[in-house]
């Protein structure tokens, strides 16, 4: 079994179960408080281990108790660790997440659109201009927009995608806002 709660990763992301999603969602929820938490205390010594971190506030002790969540604590993580972490956790959730997105989203695209994206993105990664996107960062922020906005229950469905793609104003509060208060 993985830190997720999964057994065999791969025949596991194939047919997850609504345990495995739920688990591995917690996790990720615990691991972005415990990031917010970190960056609000401007903590001064990155390698702290998370479990020492947690265990010195008492608004992080639930963290804890989470199950799917105390097994990282049992392994040497540090602070430094901490956003790649999240970000390891985050890939593997969406992995799970994007197969059960709602069939109003899977709409074929259309050629133009098709054409726009073969003009904007880099798959064969040979150029480096900068007006054009790797292949590798587009499909992480599509993957990231998929979890974080299509399976939320109130998205604006008809808000064009380049919303979420682009750096807005509203970007500087970030996710934390509102979690401590």
């Not at 972005?32 to 971190?53: H, N, Q």
């Not at 804890?64 to 790649?84: C, P, Q, Y």
């Not at 593997?92 to 695209?109: F, M, P, R, S």
């Amino acid at each position: 079994m993985n830190l997720l709660g999964v057994s065999g990763i791969s025949s596991s992301f194939m047919f997850p179960q609504e345990s495995t999603l739920d688990n591995a969602s917690e996790i990720l929820s615990s691991l972005e408080v415990l990031l917010c938490f970190v960056k609000r205390t401007a903590v001064r010594d990155k390698d702290i281990s998370i479990k020492g971190y947690i265990s010195k506030w008492v608004k992080l002790s639930t963290l804890s108790t989470h199950e799917g969540f105390a097994r990282f604590l049992n392994i040497d993580l540090r602070l430094k660790h901490l956003v790649a972490l999240f970000e390891f956790v985050e890939e593997q959730v969406a992995n799970l997440k994007i197969k059960y997105i709602h069939e109003k989203y899977k709409k074929e695209l259309s050629a133009d659109m098709k054409t726009a994206i073969m003009n904007s993105v880099d798959f064969e990664q040979q150029t480096t201009t900068k007006e054009i996107i790797p292949a590798e960062a587009f499909a992480l922020a599509l993957k990231r927009f998929m979890l974080r906005f299509l399976t939320l229950e109130n998205q604006k469905e008809m808000e064009p995608l380049y919303v979420y793609l682009s750096v807005s104003s509203n970007s500087k509060t970030g996710r934390c806002q509102g979690l401590f208060e």
